[in-house]
């Protein structure tokens, strides 16, 4: 790790709490992306394709200006369909997503984000166990 990781990090980190409370202050929602995209369909669209659009346009843009995303996929693309269908179903269950949990819920101190972000800690913790040492069990994924 070095300084330019650090300071991108921490950037990255302030931009996304300055979005979320920007988001509240204007529009009186929380950036949990999963009811953001969930209510595209609803009146209040505009907005919503907005933010979605800015998301999805970020990493190109960040390439055009030079930047590099280095990435590799450790696990074929079978693995990755199942464990996003896994997220998208526990994001139903637990009633949101990460950034709505985990960036809004515990900046406000709901105490229900607060449960909800330290139970899917906690499953992500023991899928990643599970996945690495006991599915991998000497094998390539």
């Not at 950034?99 to 819920?105: A, P, T």
């Amino acid at each position: 790790m070095n300084l330019s990781t650090i300071l991108s990090s921490l950037a990255g980190g302030a931009l996304i709490g300055l979005s979320a409370a920007l988001l509240l202050y204007t529009h009186k929602h929380t950036a949990g992306i999963s009811g953001i995209a969930a209510g595209l369909w609803q009146r209040d669209a505009g907005w919503r394709a907005w933010f979605l659009g800015g998301l999805l346009i970020s990493a190109p843009l960040y390439r055009l200006g030079g930047g590099e995303i280095a990435m590799t996929l450790d696990h074929s693309p079978a693995w990755l369909a199942v464990a996003g269908l896994l997220v998208g179903y526990g994001t139903r269950l637990g009633s949101g997503c990460t950034s709505g949990h985990g960036v809004c819920g515990i900046a406000r101190l709901a105490p229900r984000s607060l449960a909800a972000t330290a139970t899917f800690m906690l499953c992500a913790g023991a899928t990643v166990y599970v996945v690495r040492h006991i599915l991998a069990a000497g094998q390539s994924l």
